[in-house]
């Protein structure tokens, strides 16, 4: 599976999002190398911390649009959920290195991450109601918690991008540098993480996100079955066939 590459070294597992011609677009086939990947890390204790990167230019358009229409992951095994209920239970320090746009779990899956380093030229982006859908990864939950109510109604509703900055300021992201130094801050956070007391970074992980653990747990569920079933109707059918076509979605009879 060369879309998603693997590499572990020094206690630190890089999942790198490796598809840049399609946006780095994630097909069930690179959800399942990461749900399976994110096991492994989490069962080898020669694995102390995982690192998601995309590209300078990418970090990741979202769920590929061609499989929403072709296989859409409409039951709670589908690889997409799997790989959300591995990385939002993963008890290791989780870190991202962002730049461009995140696009969907791009963005959501970030929630679920302990440390991000973000490219100036990130853009992040929920855009689920302009295709049809809802919200995914909690993040109906997690996005108002972080963002209060307001921002993430113009995020979730109105699905309009924010920047850097703002996530900086929410809390989204704990530091903006230049795009070209962004995986390689990752990757020094990661290796200072790796040196430090496994169960304490674990115990700390664990108690910073208990107060939403259940919570989230729950809401991925609600979710997963609304966007399942919203997935099927004809208002993403339209939207997903709009962007296959290249043209702009026409939702006046949905
Ligand atoms: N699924 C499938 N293919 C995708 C994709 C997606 N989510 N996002 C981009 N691509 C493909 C495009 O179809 C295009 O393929 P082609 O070269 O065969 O025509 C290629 O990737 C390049 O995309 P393009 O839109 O030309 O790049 P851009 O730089 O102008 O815009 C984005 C980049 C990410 C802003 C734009 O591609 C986009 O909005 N993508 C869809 C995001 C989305 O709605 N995701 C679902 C979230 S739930």
Same mark, same amino acid.
């Given at each position: 599976?060369?879309?998603?590459?693997?590499?572990?070294?020094? *206690?630190?597992?890089?999942?790198?999002?490796?598809?840049?011609?399609? &946006?780095? *677009?994630?097909?069930?086939?690179?959800?399942?190398?990461?749900?399976?990947?994110?096991?492994?890390?989490?069962?080898?204790?020669?694995?102390?911390?995982?690192?998601?990167?995309?590209?300078?230019?990418?970090?990741?358009?979202?769920?590929?649009?061609?499989?929403?229409?072709?296989?859409?992951?409409?039951?709670?095994?589908?690889?997409?959920?799997?790989?959300?209920?591995?990385?939002?239970?993963?008890?290791?320090?989780?870190?991202?290195?962002?730049?461009?746009?995140?696009?969907?779990?791009?963005?959501?899956?970030?929630?679920?991450?302990?440390?991000?380093?973000?490219?100036?030229?990130?853009?992040?982006?929920?855009?689920?109601?302009?295709?049809?859908?809802?919200? !995914?990864?909690?993040?109906?939950?997690?996005?108002?918690?972080?963002?209060?109510?307001?921002?993430?109604? !113009?995020?979730?509703?109105?699905?309009?991008?924010?920047?850097?900055?703002?996530?900086?300021?929410?809390?989204?992201?704990?530091?903006?540098?230049?795009?070209? !130094?962004?995986?390689?801050?990752?990757?020094?956070?990661?290796?200072?993480?790796?040196?430090?007391?496994?169960? *304490?970074?674990? !115990?700390? &992980?664990?108690?910073?996100?208990?107060?939403?653990?259940?919570?989230?747990?729950?809401?991925?569920?609600?979710?997963?079955?609304?966007?399942?079933?919203?997935?099927?109707?004809?208002?993403?059918?339209?939207?997903?066939?709009?962007?296959?076509?290249?043209? &702009?979605?026409?939702?006046? &009879?949905?």
């Amino acid at each position: 599976m060369t879309d998603i590459l693997i590499d572990t070294s020094a *206690s630190v597992m890089t999942l790198t999002l490796n598809r840049v011609d399609k &946006k780095n *677009s994630l097909t069930g086939a690179m959800y399942t190398a990461l749900a399976d990947a994110l096991a492994l890390a989490q069962a080898d204790d020669a694995v102390r911390v995982v690192v998601f990167q995309g590209h300078e230019t990418i970090f990741s358009a979202g769920n590929d649009i061609a499989d929403f229409l072709g296989a859409p992951p409409d039951t709670l095994d589908a690889p997409v959920f799997r790989f959300l209920r591995g990385i939002s239970t993963f008890t290791k320090p989780v870190l991202a290195a962002v730049c461009g746009p995140a696009v969907g779990i791009g963005t959501t899956m970030l929630f679920h991450c302990d440390l991000v380093y973000a490219g100036d030229n990130a853009a992040f982006s929920m855009p689920f109601v302009n295709l049809g859908l809802c919200p !995914e990864a909690a993040s109906s939950y997690l996005a108002p918690q972080l963002m209060g109510y307001g921002r993430a109604a !113009e995020a979730l509703l109105l699905g309009e991008p924010f920047l850097a900055e703002a996530a900086l300021e929410m809390g989204l992201i704990s530091r903006i540098v230049p795009p070209a !130094e962004a995986a390689a801050l990752a990757q020094r956070q990661a290796q200072k993480l790796a040196t430090k007391p496994m169960a *304490s970074l674990i !115990e700390t &992980k664990r108690l910073m996100r208990k107060g939403q653990a259940s919570i989230v747990a729950e809401r991925m569920v609600e979710e997963g079955r609304s966007f399942g079933r919203m997935l099927r109707e004809p208002a993403a059918r339209e939207a997903f066939t709009a962007f296959m076509e290249k043209r &702009k979605p026409d939702f006046s &009879k949905v």
